[in-house]
């Protein structure tokens, strides 16, 4: 897989930027639960209408700068997937060009198609993952569990236990799915 980066390399100002839409994106979600605590707290509590006006207006200013921000983020994401794909598809067809006719009688023909075509989709896949819901969840956890201890931390304990417990049995799930996937691949 590292050999792989270096294909990802041209693209990394584009990722980077991407990624920081990403955090972009993160932030106004998560300023949304806090605006509606606002309205609550500030507004509805306070009988206060013009609190609850002008939070709405910040939460739909957030909700469309979020949405925008969102469409950088999958434009960027996309273009950076799809340009590394079509650059180890590139690489790999010209390796194959450089192959003697004995390799290719080994090799086979349905080998060296599955390599140029779901093998590199998968890891192209995973690139454009990675700038997108690998890794806005994690943001999104780790920022609502900040929000969450701020406001209840006994609830926030609760819930990062929780957590824990997910992960232990998503861990456990990709444990015993991950042979299989493998097998499957093989055959």
């Given at each position: 897989m590292t050999r792989l980066l270096?294909?990802?390399?041209?693209?990394?100002?584009?990722?980077?930027?991407?990624?920081?839409?990403?955090?972009?994106?993160?932030?106004?979600?998560?300023?949304?639960?806090?605006?509606?605590?606002?309205?609550?707290?500030?507004?509805?509590?306070?009988?206060?209408?013009?609190?609850?006006?002008?939070?709405?207006?910040?939460?739909?200013?957030?909700?469309?700068?979020?949405?925008?921000?969102?469409?950088?983020?999958?434009?960027?994401?996309?273009r950076v997937s799809q340009s590394f794909g079509a650059d180890i598809r590139n690489a790999a067809f010209r390796h194959i060009q450089t192959l003697s006719f004995g390799n290719l009688d080994r090799l086979h023909t349905g080998t060296l198609m599955v390599r140029l075509g779901s093998d590199v989709s998968s890891v192209q896949m995973l690139v454009m993952m990675s700038m997108r819901v690998l890794t806005r969840s994690p943001l999104l956890i780790v920022g609502s569990m900040i929000l969450m201890a701020q406001v209840n931390r006994q609830l926030a304990f609760i819930l990062f236990s929780l957590l824990l417990l997910t992960l232990v049995v998503v861990f456990a799930f990709a444990d015993r799915a991950l042979p299989l996937f493998r097998s499957v691949q093989v055959k």
């Open positions: 270096r294909f990802l390399k041209p693209y990394v100002g584009q990722a980077i930027i991407a990624l920081l839409l990403l955090f972009c994106v993160a932030g106004a979600d998560l300023a949304i639960p806090r605006l509606l605590q606002q309205v609550i707290d500030q507004g509805v509590a306070r009988h206060d209408l013009a609190a609850v006006v002008r939070t709405a207006a910040m939460m739909v200013a957030a909700s469309i700068a979020g949405a925008l921000l969102s469409l950088g983020n999958t434009a960027l994401a996309v």
